[in-house]
């Protein structure tokens, strides 16, 4: 596999990463939660896909 798209599958995951991280911090804010509890859940939400999406790749040795 070509560098170019192994790089276009990094920034993919990243980006996906960062919309669910963005969405997970919005669905803990509605729920009331405070500004720190809000940024918390929204890295946490972060991580979690980014491994998983990186493990996934990796289990198929994309990367």
Excluded: E, P, Q
Aim: a positive charge; proline letters at 0%; hydrophobic letters at 60%.
């Amino acid at each position: 596999m070509s560098h170019n798209m192994k790089a276009l599958l990094l920034v993919a995951a990243i980006l996906t990463s960062v919309i669910a991280g963005i969405a997970g911090a919005l669905l803990v804010r509605a729920d009331g939660a405070t500004a720190a509890s809000t940024i918390r859940a929204g890295g946490i939400t972060f991580g979690g896909t980014l491994t998983l999406l990186m493990l996934a790749m990796t289990t198929y040795i994309v990367l």
